[in-house]
């Protein structure tokens, strides 16, 4: 197994940012180090009503669709909540870069409507398609180069068919301390790795250049995209809250020791203002669900 300061030894080591096959590679070497870990972090939080991002992401594919595909599904949450909520699905689908995830995925489920591929969504098998619906979970704002995830999803998706996705939520700025806390983390990180400029596309980032993506990759002229934002919590000792949270970002695993040392430190700080005085936090994870139409 691993540890902390070898994940991602290529990308500290580079004098350049990665490319995305190269992003992938450490991506999936990752994950097969750490099962299931967006699942047992930011996964597990709650909203209000009760419900994970899976949960609700699961309650947005459209009523009429049969066949489903789920890209980066990881160890498979989505894919249970796909299975258990929605009986009339005839085809659920699962792809991921990660072949460790998808064995995870594959002994977890015992259900004929389920295919699973080690795959990568930027050149999906021909025999996965075509879907009424494609879902994704915290994962297209994570590849480059987009356009070829993005033509290759709008390839396998009907006419008519929708893009659902949990993403980074546009109204992130607005919850404090969260936003405080993705400034100083993104701050400490490119001290250590100058040249790492994240692991997506920027343009996943704005509506309007989103809008374009989808449109020049396929998805039809002027798709119009609707977003929701949403916001999970989890209520837990401040310490517990940053372990979460760590866990969850990719980036913290770039960082040398001493600054995720820092990091740990400022997050405390940041959160222990918000904290009871036994130490307790109740903390915000926001996101997007965000959805396009496949033109015809
Ligand atoms: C943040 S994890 C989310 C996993 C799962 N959707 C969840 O939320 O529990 C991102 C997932 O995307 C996968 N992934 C990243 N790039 C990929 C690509 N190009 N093709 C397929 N899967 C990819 C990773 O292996 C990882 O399992």
Known sequence: M?????????????????????????????????????????????????????????????????????????????????????????????????????A????????PRLCLHTADMRALPSEIAPVDAIVSHHALYIVRPIELALGSLARALKPGGTLTMVHWSPEATEHRPFAEMITAFGALTARDVPHFRGWGDPRMFSRDAMTALFEACGFGAAPALSIDCHAVHATEPVDDAVERLIRFFYSAHLQRPETRAALRETWRAMLSREATAEGVVRHTFPYAVITVTRGS
């Open 2 to 102: 691993p540890t902390m300061e070898e994940h991602f030894a290529l990308i500290r080591g580079l004098d350049r940012a990665p490319t995305g096959d190269e992003v992938v590679a450490e991506l999936a070497a990752f994950h097969a180090a750490h099962p299931g870990v967006t699942e047992a972090s930011v996964g597990a939080m709650r909203d209000d009503a009760g419900l994970t991002s899976y949960a609700r992401l699961a309650s947005r594919v459209p009523d009429g669709a049969r066949t489903v595909l789920e890209v980066g599904c990881g160890n498979g949450p989505l894919l249970a909540e796909l299975l258990a909520r929605r009986p009339a699905f005839e085809r659920v689908t699962g792809v991921d870069a990660c072949a460790a995830e998808v």
């Open 104 to 111: 995870r995925a594959r002994a977890r489920f015992d259900d």
